[in-house]
């Protein structure tokens, strides 16, 4: 079925309640004999027993799946993506009844898309207005994902603002380029603000490239500081530390933080680490730099800060992804022991940086560095090894290493080593190892068969 097919199909189903059916679909007159019959063998008969009753019974239940039952069909509706579930309901009344049940639209993904700007598919208008009409009060988890096209920006606006009503517990608000949402900056915060206030316990709140702000934030904290678990704020630079704080105060719940590291302050980790707040298990920091920006924001966090989030919350998952340009980008990064689990260096990182990670960061388990230069990476690479005890997973880009030390830092490491990425052409051959010696050698360390990555070729 094309595209087109699909989305006929979709608007169609959720308008066509009460058509004539393509398959008739007769009830279920036997069901309460069926239920008898549970109860005479004593006990409860579990829904994937029924199903195989259902399908595997031609002769108690001669026409199949049409007679299953609105529960039972829904159960495995929730399997399906929307898509299917609207291409289902077209089969007879019965399945368009259970494609309307409430359960089945508490989450919806709105995609707002151009032509001209995206490749992805956009949500037809016609279902958009169909799921506000119908579905809107069942609403509890969302996603607005749009384009970089003004356009976009101003639907998102409209379905957000049109959520009034509804008790939303999980909000995602995403942005496949910019500017998007930042256009219309009022109109976004206003909508915004308008669906927290009316949603009586947000627990998960995504916002990327969006002008939410401080006072905004301050609702939130306000209205759901006993159910908000999860705050994913990247790229909004109309909120500040202090907003952030504030809800970390207010929100003692919150367990899940991603921000940028400009909202990042000593005071939200002490607000992080009160004996009021529970244990946070993830925290991740986005740092990033562009051209003809300055270092300010590239403020000192304190190491009394730091050492207090780490007996506060000792499990933490805290995760740094580097976006930066310069060395003097890393001032205050790795001076003196973090408690950092997952680095990822995503543009040219430096080997004294490296050093001093391997030095002051001995709960690491994952590091990603996607580039550094020409020169070998060997003795830094052992350095990690050797003191970061912790360590599962190592990603490699474009960098130089030699295979005597991937041996080495194979055998230090052992089978606690669950996954070690090196594209082959970043290998250099020594007197020790060629890369074939290489690769048996680090396969007997690890406990299991590995090959370093190959580039593809097309002829």
Same mark, same amino acid.
Request: charged share 20%; aromatic share 8%.
């Given at each position: ?38 109860? !005479? ?22 026409? #199949? ?73 069942? &609403? ?53 603000? !308008? ?6 316990? *947000? ?39 202090? #907003? ?12 899940? $933080?991603?921000?940028? /590291? ?19 298990? /993830? ?15 590239? +403020? ?11 007996? =506060? ?16 980008? /890393?001032? =205050? ?24 990670? #391997?030095? +002051? ?11 550094? #230069?020409?020169?070998? $990476? ?8 050797? =003191?970061?005890?912790? $360590?599962?997973?190592?990603? &490699? ?44 050698? !680090? ?10 990555? *190959? ?5």
């Amino acid at each position: 079925m094309t595209t087109m097919k699909a989305d006929q199909c979709a608007i169609q189903a959720t308008t066509s309640m009460d058509r004539q059916p393509l398959i008739a679909c007769r009830s279920l007159t036997n069901s309460s004999k069926q239920k008898q019959s549970d109860d !005479v063998k004593g006990g409860k008969v579990s829904i994937v027993d029924k199903l195989h009753r259902y399908i595997k019974s031609p002769t108690t239940f001669p026409s #199949g799946w049409e007679y299953l039952p609105s529960h039972l069909l829904a159960k495995v509706f929730s399997y399906l993506n929307f898509w299917d579930r609207a291409r289902a309901s077209t089969l007879c009344s019965h399945w368009n009844e259970v494609f309307h049940m409430p359960e089945l639209w508490r989450h919806f993904d709105f995609e707002v898309t151009q032509e001209t700007t995206s490749y992805l598919k956009s949500t037809p208008k016609g279902l958009i207005r169909q799921v506000m009409k119908q579905h809107k009060e069942h &609403l509890r988890f969302v996603s607005i994902s749009v384009d970089s096209h003004p356009k976009s920006a101003e639907i998102a606006c409209d379905i957000l603002s049109q959520l009034v009503n509804c008790s939303i517990k999980t909000l995602e608000l995403m942005s496949t380029a910019k500017p998007t949402f930042m256009i219309n900056k009022d109109k976004f915060v206003s909508a915004l603000t !308008v669906v927290i206030v009316n949603s009586q316990s *947000i627990s998960s709140l995504a916002l990327s490239d969006t002008p939410v702000d401080d006072p905004s934030l301050e609702v939130l904290a306000t209205q759901h500081q006993d159910s908000l678990t999860l705050l994913n704020m990247e790229s909004c630079p109309n909120a500040s530390s202090r #907003g952030i704080t504030f809800v970390a105060d207010q929100c003692h719940q919150l367990h899940q $933080l991603t921000i940028d /590291y400009s909202h990042l302050s000593d005071e939200l980790l002490s607000s992080l680490c009160s004996e009021e707040h529970v244990t946070l298990k /993830y925290l991740r920091i986005n740092i990033t730099t562009e051209e003809g920006e300055t270092q300010e924001r590239l +403020h000192h966090i304190s190491q009394k800060s730091w050492n207090a989030l780490a007996r =506060h919350s000792p499990d933490i998952s805290l995760v740094m992804n580097f976006y930066v340009l310069n060395d003097s980008d /890393y001032e =205050h990064f790795f001076t003196f022991e973090m408690p950092v689990t997952h680095v990822y260096f995503g543009r040219s990182v430096s080997r004294e940086v490296l050093m001093r990670l #391997g030095t +002051h960061c001995p709960s690491l388990k994952e590091l990603v560095i996607c580039a550094n #230069g020409c020169e070998p $990476l060997d003795k830094e690479l052992l350095e990690i090894a050797k =003191h970061c005890k912790e $360590l599962q997973s190592l990603g &490699l880009g474009e960098c130089q290493v030699h295979c005597s030390a991937i041996v080495k830092f194979a055998e230090i490491c052992g089978k606690r080593l669950s996954q070690l990425f090196i594209r082959e052409e970043v290998l250099l051959e020594d007197e020790q190892f060629s890369i074939d010696e290489m690769r048996d050698t !680090v396969s007997q360390a690890l406990g299991r068969q590995w090959y370093p990555e *190959i580039m593809p070729f097309w002829d």
